[in-house]
Each structure stands twice: as structure tokens, then as C-alpha cells.
């Protein structure tokens, strides 16, 4: 495959950066054992508490990135985003810090849940129609409207950036480490993940998991160029990785990704179940795929012995919960 | 009210040489902060996270250091008890520990997946009615045909010491603690608990949860004698707290807790959705208890500023989570 130049992107000192910048505002996420999960895996698994974050995900970091680097007067005319999911609460929680508004485009499809959480952290609610071109369009006007800048999901520097930020605690929690697991949506986490770790510790093993029905990371690592899903992404549990990549993330995930691995539902629910019956940790179903890939039979046969899972966050719909675990 | 002589009882030196004694299979369990949970207390909450425990329950710590306390003989003849709860599991691990067996006394209406987390540690079950009276029968029988040595769940001294081991901790962990919070069944918990309390730091207030259709150790407590549950104990969600004190618990709660706390069933249910949903933690209803007495507005009043509740235990039933929730 011909080397494609790479556009300037995130570096270790833009992370670092990053991380004395959000440092006042969120937690250094706790590492979880689980000797049920060791033996499952082969190995020695170091759960990265994500689920125990601000706003109950790794989004807090990005967003507060983000909204800290807006200039003053910039940043009074507050942010914009489309989401239903935790970059949303994650966006609404960093502009409170501020003082500034944050305008959240959501579908009127959304759970009457979702919406109360972002008004819960001071979030203004925007509805659209539930289709990706009313969400971009509602989005741009009323950015243009407020004046109030655009902060995307995963799909910009500043966030990747701030996702980076909890692989430079987990390097300094595990030093040993041989492999990290990292979940996959959009790829801003794992941007940020593997950016740090090959820069630190190019040793280490960067391994995105994706559900098997929302496979376009692992198809467009392997075509080298992005791919969408071969399956129905809506039709996974893991609903905070049904995005795909971005135009910021893929030649990220290209070059500095080891491999994606893929897993089914009945694997995805297996897992979820693992973690709440012997962590006694509360995640939700996408932070789940990351353990399905570690406690993997086929996985083992690596004999990685010191293992990173990103549980990437714990807002688990409990009502949902007979359902998810089948 | 005349002070009635008190039977020797265990020390904070027993519960010392406990934690020395257990501290190669225990866990030192974290402590967890939640902001929400702090927010309705009105002070500083520090979860003790027993969940985290062995086993998933602070009954690790008496169950092993019961076990250990045998002489070798005694030992090899194994160790008995009924119980259908964490008791059970704890006594089959700790004797797995030691490579002794394990009887375990447990009513044919106990759940297939109690029997099965038993036996899942190699403890031996063995069938009784579900009455009181075939338990204890059918406990000394075993004990009798085997030769194994009966460990009580809860009123016993070595229980006792052994439960008192989280608090040595918890004092160490929160230095300016003004009060205790721990739910109470049979009362060994709480019993450990006061002995080191009230032996370091006096100051510290020991208050008991309890469900209000569980009440008798706020009854007991009340009357200066054992009295019965006033409710329905086999109506609360909190299964771990129906069981009522002994002879052993009993004394060391009258005279070392300052106050039984009770608590209705929705304020528990309550406790349970806020600690899976803001905390992250998987706890059982009988934990829930104790933070449904920290968030009582009631007792938020007294101005406690900073809290220690004892998250009994995590084993919790995914499969009647809707039902725990209302």
C-alpha cells in the first residue's frame, strides 16, 4: 500500500497539553480488577473506569478540551453539537463550567431520558428530524443563529486530543501494560489512545473492538481507506459505537491502530453480564465490547499477559437491562 | 435503664489479630465518592465498597477468619452452616481456602443460582424445608455425621472480630469521619464495626440501617431487649437484613451503637436506582439501605459532615432488577 501523506495531527504534546488543561475538572479514572475477567482472558485484565468519569463516560474529557480552548469572546457565544448520547451530556456538563450556553440537536426520537439528562446539566435541547442531513442542517443553523461554535462528536483535533488524555493515566497505572482494548465508534478515543501509547510505549498493542453489526472500522483498516458497515448497526446493543469514522480519525486509527477485532451480540451481552455480575461495576453495552474482545477464546491464543480495557463509560438504561442481556 | 453485666466479647485486639489473619485473602476494599450522592446527604458520602469484597460481600472477612482460627485437626473435618445467602458462599470459599470441605445447609425453595454460586466455590449443599427449625436440625446433623464445626452466619465472636476488620480500614481511609452508616440483619457487621469505633475514635457516631419491615434491631435497641421484627421482614427488597440479632450482637448494639435508623421500602429502592445510576456500583438492595439512610432528609439535618456508609454487598439478581426498581 502507497503511503499517503498524512495530514498535521494530534500530537503527545497536544494531549499533554489537553490533560493539564481538563485536570481542575474531571477524575483520574480509577483501574478495576477482576479475577473472574483474569481468568477469562489469560492474563492479568486492568479495567480503565471510564464509567466512573464525569457525566458517566471518557466524552468529559474531549468536550471540556474543547470548550476550554474557545477564546473568551468566542466561547460566549456558547457551543453546538448534534447528539443523543453521552458527547451531548458531556458537552452540556463542559459549558456549565464555563458559563457559556450549550446547544444540543437532538431527534425527536430520542428517550424523553437522554433529553432530561442534557437539561439536567444546563443544556438547551434542539430538536430535528431523525435523519443524519436534519441533524447537520439543524446544527449549522443554529450555530449560525448563535453564533455559537460547532464542537463535533469525535471528529476534531481538540477531541481526540482529550480522549488521549486517559491513556497517559493508564500508562502511568500499569506500566507493563502489553495491550490496550479500546472501543470503537467514531475512533476519537482510540485516536487519542494510540497516539499517546506509540508515542511512549511503541510496544504496546493498540486494539480497537467493534461489534460485529457496526464493523466499519475494522473493514476500513483492512481496505485502507474508510468503509461503511457490512451490517445493521442499528441493530447492536453497543449503541455508542453505531458511528463511523472520520475523516480526523481514520488516518490516525490507519497508521498507529494495531487491529480491530470484532465480536457478535451473544458475545457483547455475555460480557455486560460478566461485568455487572463479578466487577460489580455498572458500564453500558459499548463499554462491554471492549471485555467481549479481551475474555475472547481466539483473543487468548495471543498470550498477552497484562491487558488495558477502556470501560468507555456506564450509562446503562436499566429498564433496558432483561433486554440487553438476552 | 440498670446496667445488666455484659459476657465477655470480642476486642478491638481481637479484631486486629482478624485483619492480620485475613489480610493475605482479602480485599482492602475502595472507597467511592458519588457527587449526587454527597449532594442529598448534604456532606461528604465515602462508600466503603464492600461489593467489591471476596466473594461480592463483607462476609469474606468473618467467614475467613473463622476458618482460619481452627486448629488443624478440627479443620480437616471441614466447617458447617445454613444459610442461603452470602454467608454460604463466603464459608465454601474461605474453606476452599484451606483445602477443607465446606457443608452447606440450604432450603429446597432457595434459588437454583444461590446453590449453584455455592457450589461454584465447592461447598457441599445440603438439602433441608424451609423452616427455622429443619435448618438448625438438619445443621447439627450434618455437623454431627461430619464432625465439622458449625460457623454461624452472624453470632459468633470470630464473625464478629472478622466483620470489625472493615472499619480498622475505613478509619484509616477517612480520617475525619463523623459517622458510620451500616445496615443490620443479624447484627455482626455492626457489632464489629462499634467494637473498633468506639475503641479508636468514640467521637464517631455508629448508626444502623435497617428496613422498616425489618425493625428489630431498632426495636431491640429501643426496648434494651431482643425483640421481633414489628413488620413483615419477608416483604423487603433488602434480603440480606430479615434475619433478627443474637445473643452475641445483640449486647455489643445496645451498648456501642448510638442509634437504628429505619427506612421504607421506596426509600430503598430509591438508594438502589441512585447508586447503579450516579455511583456505577452494583450493590444489593441490603447496601441500598445504608445510603437510604444517608439521603433521608431527616437525616441530613444533623448535620453530619462527613459520612462513612458501608456497602454491605453486590450480589445482586440482574433477573429482578425491574421488580427492585418498582
Redesign the interface.
Known amino acids: 500500500m502507497p503511503e499517503s501523506p498524512l495530514p498535521a495531527r494530534p500530537t503527545l504534546d497536544d494531549v499533554r497539553a489537553a490533560a493539564r488543561r481538563i485536570e481542575p475538572f474531571v477524575h483520574r479514572t480509577?483501574i478495576?480488577r477482576c479475577a473472574a475477567i483474569d481468568a477469562l482472558a489469560g492474563g492479568d485484565v486492568h479495567l480503565k473506569?471510564e464509567?466512573?468519569q464525569k457525566v458517566?463516560a471518557f466524552k468529559a474529557r474531549g468536550a471540556m478540551n474543547a470548550v476550554r480552548l474557545l477564546d473568551d469572546e468566542t466561547a460566549s457565544r456558547g457551543v453546538v453539537t448534534h447528539s443523543s448520547g453521552n458527547h451531548a451530556q458531556a458537552l452540556a456538563w463542559a459549558a456549565r463550567s464555563r458559563d457559556i450556553p450549550a446547544h444540543i440537536v437532538m431527534p425527536t426520537t430520542a428517550p424523553a431520558v437522554k433529553r432530561r439528562a442534557v437539561e439536567g446539566y444546563g443544556g438547551i435541547v434542539h430538536d430535528c428530524e431523525p435523519t443524519l442531513a436534519d441533524r447537520l442542517a439543524t446544527c449549522e443553523r443554529v450555530a449560525r443563529e448563535t453564533g455559537g461554535s460547532i464542537i463535533p462528536p469525535y471528529d476534531d483535533d481538540r477531541i481526540i486530543a482529550g480522549q488521549g488524555t486517559l491513556a497517559l493515566e493508564l500508562l502511568g497505572q500499569v506500566p507493563d501494560l502489553e495491550a490496550v482494548v479500546v472501543p470503537v465508534g467514531g475512533g476519537g478515543l482510540i485516536s487519542g489512545v494510540a497516539t499517546v501509547v506509540k508515542a511512549l510505549a511503541p510496544q504496546v498493542r493498540v486494539i480497537g473492538a467493534e461489534p460485529a453489526l457496526a464493523d466499519d472500522a475494522a473493514r476500513s483498516k483492512a481496505a485502507g481507506s474508510i468503509q461503511p458497515h457490512a451490517g445493521d448497526p442499528t441493530a447492536t446493543i453497543a449503541d455508542g459505537l453505531r458511528t463511523t469514522l472520520g475523516a480526523r480519525t481514520f488516518p490516525i486509527i490507519r497508521e498507529l491502530v494495531d487491529e480491530i477485532v470484532t465480536v457478535d451480540e451473544a458475545a457483547i451481552g455475555r460480557a455486560l453480564?460478566l461485568v455487572?455480575?463479578r466487577?460489580?461495576?455498572?458500564?453500558e453495552p459499548s463499554a462491554a465490547v471492549g471485555v467481549a474482545v479481551a475474555t475472547d477464546p481466539m483473543f487468548r491464543t495471543r498470550g498477552h499477559r497484562t491487558i488495558g480495557v477502556v470501560l468507555c463509560g456506564?450509562n446503562?438504561d436499566?429498564?433496558r437491562?432483561?433486554d440487553l442481556?438476552g
Request: aromatic share 0%; charged share 15%; with cysteine.
Open positions: 480509577p478495576a473506569c464509567n466512573l458517566g453480564r455487572l455480575e466487577s460489580k461495576l455498572v458500564i456506564g446503562l436499566l429498564a437491562l432483561p442481556l
